[in-house]
């Protein structure tokens, strides 16, 4: 009996675990650009990345010549996350967590994370942002940066986001004020 075709998270799951070892090859050239483009790093960065595939933010911060104190990438795929502890974890901090974004499987308490970047992994119709942003201490953070693609043509930024460019097309890139003294201002828990 043939399998049903897999959806919703589980499906990207099974999808991204496919593709990992190509991921690079296949999609590198596409999210290159949207960093460099959207990312602002300090020379030192604590770097949050939500959906972090094989770990392009990562690299991408140290081609840069960023000192990354703490990168934590989360995905749901366990093959892309396997892709990024080989290239990346004999350095130490590069840590690959399997989870759900929408469902953070760390509490940022402290306010550890500079950076909070997620990058094409939510759409008009999939995952929380607005989630995400409440359990996050933002009190530290220099920057979050959060696209949305939305398959309509209009792509919209979760609460508490503002529009601050376009990625591509249907693809908008969202940012978190920042408070006067420097750290993002959270507008969902303050």
Not at 14 to 42: C, F, H, M
Not at 62 to 84: A, N, Q
Not at 128 to 139: G, H, I, K, Q, T
Not at 143 to 169: F, K, M, N, T
């Amino acid at each position: 009996m043939e399998q049903p075709p897999a959806t919703g998270k589980y499906g990207v799951m099974v999808y991204y675990d496919t593709i990992a070892p190509s991921y690079r090859e296949l999609y590198g050239a596409e999210q290159l650009p949207k960093y460099s483009t959207s990312v602002r790093l300090s020379r030192r960065s604590r770097i949050l990345d939500l959906g972090c595939g094989v770990g392009l933010l990562y690299e991408y911060a140290v081609s840069l010549g960023v000192e990354v104190e703490l990168y934590v990438g989360i995905d749901l795929s366990f093959e892309s996350l396997r892709e990024l502890r080989a290239r990346y974890s004999r350095e130490g901090l590069a840590e690959a967590v399997a989870g759900d974004i929408d469902r953070l499987p760390i509490r940022d308490g402290a306010g550890v994370f500079t950076n909070v970047y997620s990058f094409t992994v939510y759409t008009c119709g999939y995952g929380n942002p607005e989630a995400v942003l409440r359990v996050l201490n933002l009190s530290s953070t220099e920057e979050v940066a959060i696209s949305v693609l939305c398959s309509d043509g209009e792509p919209r930024c979760p609460q508490g986001l503002s529009a601050a460019g376009e990625l591509g097309r249907a693809e908008v890139l969202c940012k978190a004020v920042k408070k006067p003294g420097g750290a993002v201002a959270n507008p969902l828990t303050e």
